[in-house]
């Protein structure tokens, strides 16, 4: 059974805004930088928005065909959050 990595560190997100209005995603997260490397996003698992007290936090889980990563934008603060990461075998 596949590990969970708990990571919980702040990271550089660059991520793509999209205007049309027939586009099911909004803002979808191509790049992150973690550790030193960049990492680029290959597919949006999916995105869902919940709260924390009276935040509004955004969900993303994406890959990049080698691991899965869980990654949340503070809709407050402008800040992205590495939750976690889970590598595909």
């Not at 890959?63 to 990563?69: K, P, R, S, V």
Request: with cysteine.
């Amino acid at each position: 059974m596949p590990d969970i990595e708990s990571v919980r560190e702040r990271v550089e997100v660059l991520c793509v805004f999209s205007f049309s209005k027939n586009s099911r995603e909004k803002c979808v997260p191509r790049k992150m930088k973690y550790k030193g490397r960049t990492i680029t996003f290959s597919e949006l698992g999916f995105r869902h928005p919940t709260s924390q007290g009276n935040r509004m936090i955004h969900v993303f889980d994406m890959t990049d065909g080698l691991a899965d990563y869980r990654i949340e934008l503070d809709a407050e603060s402008l800040t992205w959050t590495l939750i976690s990461t889970l590598i595909v075998e």
